[in-house]
């Protein structure tokens, strides 16, 4: 969709590479010579999982993204994108380190994790509120 509406974009050509090294990865590992003893393949393809489905996410609210939207739709959605970003950071922080296991470190993801939802959902609901005329 954000390709479609702007062939150049980075996000989305860096959002399709990341599909494809997953795909790449998943591939040699199935047919590979790995025998389960080192993490490293199954790492790289669970941080490219990662990296491909929220920067699919970026992609949407980027494509949804109009000239028309008023100062607080734009505020929301670099907000949420930033957001993203946290949410991404902190899942793939947690498959590199398999030492995460404190409650602080999952709550924060929780906070994230609800904040991306909360302005997933927040942006259309703010471009449909009418401007204040002054």
């Excluded at 509406?5 to 494809?20: C, Q």
């Excluded at 993203?84 to 602080?104: F, H, M, N, Q, R």
């Amino acid at each position: 969709m954000l390709y479609d509406k702007r062939p150049g974009n980075g996000l989305a050509g860096g959002t399709m590479l990341m599909s494809v090294l997953g795909f790449l990865v998943t591939v040699g590992t199935i047919w590979g010579d790995w025998h389960g003893d080192a993490d490293g393949p199954v790492q790289a393809l669970f941080i490219l999982l990662v990296l491909a489905v929220t920067g699919g996410q970026a992609c949407v609210l980027e494509a949804r993204r109009r000239e028309a939207d008023s100062d607080w739709v734009q505020f929301l959605i670099k907000v949420s994108l930033i957001v993203i970003g946290l949410v991404a950071a902190t899942i793939c922080l947690a498959i590199v380190d398999t030492d995460v296991s404190g409650a602080g470190y999952w709550r924060l993801f929780g906070v994230f994790a609800v904040l991306d939802v909360l302005g997933t959902l927040l942006i259309p609901i703010v471009r449909r509120v009418p401007a204040r005329q002054s």
